[in-house]
């Protein structure tokens, strides 16, 4: 039966890109100058600087786990000369499944005003203080980038990262950072911040859809790592330990990055809806009357010096339900009428643009979810073990690939509608099927996404707005992306109605400046204006600036393991079991659960048609 499982296991590897390289979930001895003593104590943490012996995590009687009905694990620190790690070593005994329980570290003490890095959507600096921030908790890979947390003041970043396998371990975590209070608030190094990683709970009133349960005989390793510099403005240098596990597991990015700008086209707006109207196509341009044509003379005329194009609504909008848009038909409304389908026509078509060399791209409204008929009152998730979903897709992306198109937007691609662990599978499934297309995921894509697809983020901001200045969402290059993935693409979508609320309309030389100065940040603009075409709309790049070159990584080097999972260094199958590719023992419960999704993965090729 195990041989079977496996062999499940290893189609699916194939599926995910995965190669034989070396690396480990625990990290290596590290050498160089100790900047700081470690110590477990009564499962508590206490670390020093080496060198002045100021306090920076004190032991308070915050222990590391707080297991109630969840399982207590093994936990052992392997000391570094900049911090240390957590093994955490889980094995349900019983007879019941059990959950993991909560990770806690002690208080961070460096002082009542900090920098807490804002990985929700780029990197972006939070400043915290302990009166007024009582409590934050974002869900990895719901929200955040990755399961990691840096804090930081003006001698020290602290950053701790989980290195933990979310696809073979199919669950959520919610990182905490809170000031707290009661017995906790007092002690040497004053009041401070206590990071959590909490897997299984809800934590400050929020629920958790995926947590963390093992089931009896079953067993896990996580691994907490904290590092410490004295360069705070070099943060990144204290996520080396994920940075080194991601690389090892699921490696870099898998497409090649295209930093041309691309000019948003909107066929279609709610303020045209009329009777007359249903779809509210644009009156001058309505391709239900006049076809493409318009559309793309424009495109390959008056706005020709853009190198690209997204189209959004390229079906029009639903006039009833209208919560439900974008719709999830992007494509397949086509058929509704000649005149739409003129959107495949060599001539005047959508594939005349493609003939012009330009980057053409449609934006597949609620990617996710499956709207059962036009103006649909009720939007399904989309299940990739459900035939019907699939055949819907794959008729969509279909025409979109007759179309001619090099990219699709996927709109509302999110953990919360499908886990990643099944993302994985659907977006390499409609890669197969669409070899030539880049996918874009919007909201954010998490890292294990963006190493698949690129990343859509907004560029606007519309709430706690008190000057022109907070309109501005992205205020930097994104660090993290480019010390995990170099080569990453991220888009950034653009827009300057916000200025109205201020009775005020930006210049052309403004939105030059500032379409330029997103360029610069590393993020390929998506303009929703019409401005005149620069070169400098091209993204740079980025990592020069933001990654020390000493610990830069390698383009193209890695392509990573760990979607095809391991217990990684022990509590697997036990000897003369099966193994992943670097040789570990794989976890037969684990492989039972990726033959399911092996499963999946040839339903899914098959309905799309695929070898």
């Known amino acids: 039966m195990v041989g079977r499982l496996w062999c499940g296991v290893v189609a699916l590897a194939g599926l995910l890109g995965c190669s034989s390289v070396t690396g480990q979930q625990v990290p290596a001895a590290e050498t160089g100058p100790r900047l700081v003593t470690s110590q477990l104590i009564d499962g508590q943490v206490l670390m020093r600087d080496a060198n002045n012996g100021r306090v920076l995590i004190h032991n308070r009687g915050l222990t590391i786990y707080n297991p109630g009905d969840s399982l207590a694990p ?135 859809q995926h947590p963390a349960v093992l089931e009896p005989g079953e067993s896990r390793r996580y691994v907490l790592s904290v590092r410490v510099t004295r360069k705070p403005d070099q943060w990144v240098r204290t996520l080396a330990p994920y940075r080194d596990y991601f690389n090892w597991g699921y490696g870099g990015v898998r497409y090649e990055l295209d930093p041309t700008p691309l000019l948003a086209i909107n066929p279609a707006d709610p303020t ?54 974008y719709p999830f038909q992007f494509t397949t409304r086509w058929r509704s009428n000649p005149r739409l389908m003129s959107a495949l026509d060599s001539e005047d078509g959508f594939p005349s643009v493609r003939a012009r060399g330009k980057r053409l791209g449609l934006w597949w409204g609620r990617s996710l979810q499956v709207a059962g008929q036009w103006n649909a009152a009720t939007l399904t998730p989309l299940d990739p073990h459900n035939p019907a979903h699939v055949e819907a897709a794959t ?41 030539g297309v880049k996918f874009v995921i919007e909201p954010s894509a998490c890292d294990v996404m963006h190493r698949l697809a690129a990343s859509f983020i907004d560029g606007w901001n519309f709430e706690n707005v008190h000057t022109i200045d907070d309109l501005y969402k992205v205020k930097n290059p994104d660090a993290l992306a480019d010390f995990l ?127």
């Open 74 to 208: 093994d936990v052992t620190m392997q000391e570094q000369p900049s911090g240390f790690d957590l093994l955490l070593n889980y094995r349900n005994t019983g007879a019941q499944r059990r959950g993991v329980g909560n990770i806690r570290l002690g208080v961070v003490t460096l002082g009542p005003d900090i920098t807490y890095e804002d990985f929700r959507h780029n990197s972006a600096d939070l400043p915290l203080n302990v009166q007024t921030i009582t409590a934050l908790g974002w869900n990895y890979p719901a929200d955040l980038y990755s399961p990691v947390a840096v804090l930081r003041n003006g001698t020290y970043a602290i950053g701790i990262s989980l290195q933990y396998p979310v696809i073979a371990y199919a669950h959520d975590a919610i990182i905490t950072v809170a000031s707290p209070r009661g017995a906790y608030m007092n002690g040497e190094g004053g009041q401070g911040w206590a990071v959590g990683f909490d897997v299984s709970g809800a934590p400050h009133g929020r629920a958790m």
């Open 272 to 325: 045209y809806i009329s009777p007359t109207n249903p779809a509210g196509w644009g009156p001058d341009t309505r391709p239900d009357t006049y076809g493409w044509s318009r559309w793309t003379q424009k495109m390959n005329g008056p706005l020709g010096a853009w190198p690209g194009y997204m189209v959004w609504t390229p079906t029009g909008l639903y006039n009833q339900h209208t919560e439900n848009n």
């Open 395 to 435: 008729a969509e992306l279909d025409l979109a690939v007759r179309a001619g198109v090099s990219v699709i937007g996927l709109d509302s691609f999110s953990h919360d509608l499908m886990p990643i662990w099944e993302q994985v599978l659907w977006l390499k499934a409609m890669q197969a099927k669409a070899p």
């Open 485 to 611: 993935l170099p080569g990453h693409e991220t888009w950034v979508g653009m827009r300057w109605d916000g200025w109205r609320q201020f009775n005020a309309t930006p210049t052309p030389t403004r939105i030059h400046n500032d379409i330029r100065r997103y360029a610069q940040y590393g993020y390929v603009p998506v303009v929703f204006q019409e401005p005149a075409y620069s070169a400098e709309f091209r993204a740079s790049d980025t990592e020069p600036a933001t990654i020390p070159p000493e610990i830069r990584t390698p383009r193209g080097a890695h392509a990573g393991i760990m979607t095809a999972p391991s217990v990684m260094n022990g509590g697997g199958a036990g000897a003369g079991g099966p193994t992943t590719h670097s040789g570990l023992p794989m976890n037969p419960l684990w492989a039972a659960r990726l033959f399911s999704r092996s499963q999946l993965r040839l339903a899914i090729r098959s309905a799309m048609g695929l070898p």
